[in-house]
């Protein structure tokens, strides 16, 4: 079993950067796929970025040179450094954990079944 925490969450100038933290307790999250999301007011839920267990990493296209996902195993802790903000990238982001052992991490918010209080992500123009 694995809690999440997300902390970092702010409001920024657009342009400007964050780094969100997900600190784990529990289970060590190198086990896991791990993913962070978000939902904008009004809209679903989407696949932000996601981390393997082996490593592999994978970007929405709307974030992809922006944003970087990292895992300090050490820390128990998954982070995402959010580069160069957009004001729809205004958000509540949520940190998840996908227990179950597949192939491939995915996006699917549905194969996530461990998930953060969220932190909410504000960028204005």
């Known amino acids: 079993q694995v809690q999440l925490v997300e902390t970092g969450g702010e409001s920024v100038q657009s342009g400007g950067s964050l780094r969100l933290s997900c600190s784990a307790s529990?289970?060590?999250?190198?086990?896991?796929?791990m993913g962070w999301f978000r939902q904008a007011p009004g809209k679903e839920q989407e696949g932000v970025a996601n981390?393997?267990?082996?490593?592999?990493?994978t970007y929405a296209d709307s974030v992809k040179g922006r944003f970087t996902i990292s895992r300090d195993n050490a820390k128990n802790t998954l982070y995402l450094q959010m580069d160069s903000l957009k004001p729809e990238d205004t958000a509540m982001y949520y940190c998840?954990?996908?227990?179950?052992?597949?192939?491939?991490?995915?996006?699917?918010?549905?194969?996530?079944?461990?998930w953060g209080q969220g932190a909410q992500v504000t960028v204005s123009s």
């Open positions: 981390f393997d267990t082996d490593d592999t990493i």
């Open positions: 529990g289970d060590a999250i190198s086990i896991y796929c």
């Open positions: 998840a954990a996908d227990r179950t052992f597949r192939d491939a991490c995915s996006m699917s918010r549905t194969d996530f079944d461990t």
